[in-house]
């Protein structure tokens, strides 16, 4: 049996780890440069509209999606409002201060 000759090609192929299809949201985090808590509010709050996957109870996010979300910041301009628009305020929390005419169980 002769030796095998590796080339530069076949070794790159062998070291190159595929490209995971999801993203944890450490991962995302991570790839993005901000904290977890950050990308998780982000996606709370529509901030980002980033579509996401949940498997097993996981948060995740497609390889593919996050790309174009990174892609789609780098053509915003500067001064310019953001590619993604700010969603409502979301409704505040905790017991309403005064009863809205119409709606709810008041005594007619």
């Avoid at 030796?3 to 991570?30: G, V």
């Avoid at 904290?35 to 948060?59: D, E, H, M």
């Avoid at 790309?67 to 780098?74: I, K, N, P, T």
């Avoid at 915003?76 to 201060?97: D, E, L, Y």
């Amino acid at each position: 049996m002769s030796p095998r000759i590796e080339t530069q090609h076949s070794r790159e192929a062998r070291e190159q780890k595929p490209q995971p299809l999801l993203l944890s949201i450490e991962d995302c985090a991570d790839a993005l440069g901000v904290a977890q808590q950050t990308v998780r509010n982000w996606l709370c709050t529509g901030t980002v509209q980033l579509p996401t996957v949940k498997i097993g109870g996981r948060r995740m996010v497609r390889t593919a999606d996050l790309l174009e979300f990174v892609d789609a910041l780098g053509t915003q301009r500067r001064g310019q409002a953001p590619a993604t628009p700010q969603p409502a305020p979301a409704p505040r929390r905790g017991r309403p201060r005064k009863a809205v005419a119409g709606l709810g169980g008041g005594a007619k």
